[in-house]
């Protein structure tokens, strides 16, 4: 004779596995529905942050001087050598250096007097101080970062200080004369 309560308790088993059951996906589909939008939306704001350019007008720079521009979100610093700049570049020994790069290998052919590099610390993404701001170049002239000390020379290389490596150069052209379009 069966017993009326196992077959009602197998019974309430059931029912409690498959509401539970139920609960999890309902709570899996609810998840992918309402991450979807996001993550469509966020999409093409990275695409398009990915493709943007930056111009600038260099002949608007003095020699001697850098203006901070912003590349994708981040600052950008384009910056006029003078010639004294350019020979103290030149007359350093680059294979001496952390992060060895010549000033030619940093600039574009017949305009090695103008230098382009991101306004971002390579020690921990800090903005150094340039040319614009006088006494704060440090001791190599270029710029100095004020957050654990690193000194950068008119090339933008790391001379002292806990950067590992210059300053990045992004890619960039003229696009005239005197215009650069970076990115
Ligand atoms: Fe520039 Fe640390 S972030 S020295």
Not at 17 to 43: E, K, R
Not at 65 to 77: E, G, H, N
Request: charged share 25%.
């Amino acid at each position: 004779v069966a017993d009326p309560h196992d077959a009602g308790h197998g019974d309430g088993v059931h029912r409690r596995d498959f509401i539970n059951i139920a609960a999890v996906s309902a709570a899996g589909f609810g998840g992918v529905a309402v991450l979807y939008p996001l993550i469509s939306q966020m999409a093409p704001s990275a695409d398009v942050l990915a493709e943007s350019t930056t111009e600038v007008d260099v002949s608007a720079i003095e020699p001697g001087q850098s203006i901070k521009a912003i590349f994708r979100k981040q600052p950008l610093f384009v910056r006029r050598l003078t010639e004294r700049e350019i020979a103290e570049a030149n007359a350093v020994d680059a294979s001496s250096l952390r992060d060895p790069q010549t000033l030619q290998e940093r600039t574009k052919e017949g305009h090695e007097d103008v230098l382009v590099t991101m306004g971002v610390c390579t020690h921990l993404g800090c903005v150094p101080l340039g040319a614009a701001e006088g006494e704060n170049k440090g001791e190599f002239g270029g710029y100095f970062c004020p957050c654990h000390g690193s000194h950068y020379d008119t090339a933008a290389r790391i001379r002292k200080g806990p950067a590992p490596t210059n300053l990045e150069v992004p890619e960039y052209e003229f696009t005239s004369d005197t215009v650069i379009r970076v990115g």
